[in-house]
């Protein structure tokens, strides 16, 4: 892959904890302004990479490289400086309980820039409406869903507009509609930021759906990395199991499948991707009651 094509170049990336090795010898390119997946069965060390991405984690051994610089190397003012580079959404969305949506997607920007609140405002205002989440803002998380949460989380992750936005286990905790309607989400934002995409998952239809590179992790070591059209098509028999949800191979898991014809929620109000996706089947959340908090 020619140079200025590559975002992330990691070599022989290696991390243990204590006897446990999680990661061995991991080494390939991360394609710039593209979706890559990383994907394989839970406890395969799928966050515990993407912790060694923005420094949280240094390696025991290799090497991570973005815009010239290797990030376990780095010095804490460096390092802070590459982690402005990123946006994250985390698993359960990571929201304050005690603010609502607006602050909870303003905080960055308050925290990190000097922008006065009219111009927060426009910027707020500007990535609530790319989720689908016009109407939302006054709302607490524990007045909200599960899959408004994880739109809340990433408005907030782009609010910043990082380089690289890192998306760890997004249809954790949501149900199979809902993970539809992120997925196509996901890829609309792709297509209309200048940003590159890097999505854990062990979600089959996300890999199939959103990918446009994968990465198989199994067994502390990357099985194999390319294109989401060579890896559906690989004969290795850890990837060829994995992406075609069979039983027969070296892992065990049950087959799943798509029931959804979803569409991206960018533009729509809250209360429009609320009613799209109860529309596609999704079921009501009983978290999402009427005055509680998390």
């Known amino acids: 892959m020619p140079e200025h094509d590559v975002e992330i170049s ?102 990190h820039t000097k922008k006065k609140e ?32 994880k739109r809340a989380g990433l408005a907030r992750a782009l609010v910043l507009d990082p380089e690289i936005v890192l998306f760890d286990e997004p249809d954790s905790g949501l149900d199979p509609v809902r993970t539809a309607f992120l997925n196509e989400l996901i890829i609309d934002l792709n297509n209309q930021l200048d940003a590159t995409f890097i999505v854990v998952t062990h979600d089959i239809a996300t890999a199939r759906n959103v990918a446009d590179y994968i990465g198989m992790l199994y067994r502390r070591n990357l099985v194999q990395f390319g294109p989401a059209s060579e890896m559906f098509a690989s004969e290795n028999p850890v990837v060829k199991q994995f992406l075609a949800g069979a039983t027969d191979g070296p892992i065990g898991m049950s087959e799943e499948k798509d029931a959804t014809r979803p569409q991206s929620s960018s533009g729509m109000t809250a209360a429009e991707t609320e009613a799209m996706e109860r529309a596609a089947g999704a079921p009501s959340e009983t978290s999402a009651v009427s005055g509680r908090s998390s």
């Open 10 to 111: 990691v070599r022989g990336l290696t991390k243990s904890f204590g006897p446990q090795t999680v990661l061995e010898d991991i080494t390939f390119d991360v394609p710039r302004g593209r979706i890559t997946l990383m994907l394989g069965p839970s406890g395969t060390g799928k966050s515990v990479f993407l912790k060694h991405l923005v420094g949280l984690l240094k390696p025991d051994r290799g090497e991570i490289w973005i815009d010239g610089k290797n990030v376990p190397a780095l010095n804490e003012r460096a390092l802070y400086a590459v982690r402005r580079k990123f946006g994250v959404l985390f698993q359960d969305g990571a929201l304050f309980g005690s603010m609502n949506v607006y602050d909870n997607v303003a905080f960055p920007l308050r925290e």
């Open 118 to 149: 009219g111009e927060i405002n426009d910027i707020v205002t500007e990535k609530l409406t790319m989720v689908g989440l016009t109407g939302a803002e006054g709302k607490l998380p524990g007045e909200i869903s599960g899959g408004m949460k």
